[in-house]
Structures are given as C-alpha cells and as structure tokens.
C-alpha cells in the first residue's frame, strides 16, 4: 500500500470525509488547489490545512516547496 495521500473526491459527503479526515464535518471544506476535501475549518487538532495532504504531497514531491507558507 502506497504512504502517498488520496485526493477525496469534492462529491464525497462531509460526514464521510471527516470520518477519513478524523474531523468534524463541519471542519471539512476544499483544498485550495485540486477542490478535494480536507480540513479547512476550525481550530484544534488536527490542525486546519487549506491544502488538502495530496497536495501537499506532490508539492514536496516535485521539489517546489511546501504547499502551505507557515505564519501568516
């Protein structure tokens, strides 16, 4: 099995997506980039990413850098 994070589809139902995401549904909303599903809202842990891990994958993956700029 690949260590490689899956898109999630934007069709998928939020209550499925956070039981995958290991959120809230509430917190469940679409990456930035490819419109899949992550954890987009809210506080806490895990912590809220506008990129969905995927991306972040390929990001790093294709050498140009974290998907997401830390501080703000």
Request: net charge positive; with cysteine.
């Amino acid at each position: 099995m690949s260590d490689t994070p899956r898109r999630l589809d934007p069709t998928t139902d939020a209550s499925s997506a956070a039981i995958i995401l290991g959120c809230e549904p509430s917190r469940v909303g679409p990456c930035a980039r490819c419109r899949g599903l992550t954890i987009r809202y809210g506080g806490g842990i895990p912590r809220a990413m506008p990129v969905c891990p995927a991306c972040q994958a390929e990001s790093e993956a294709s050498g140009t850098g974290s998907a997401v700029r830390s501080g703000r």
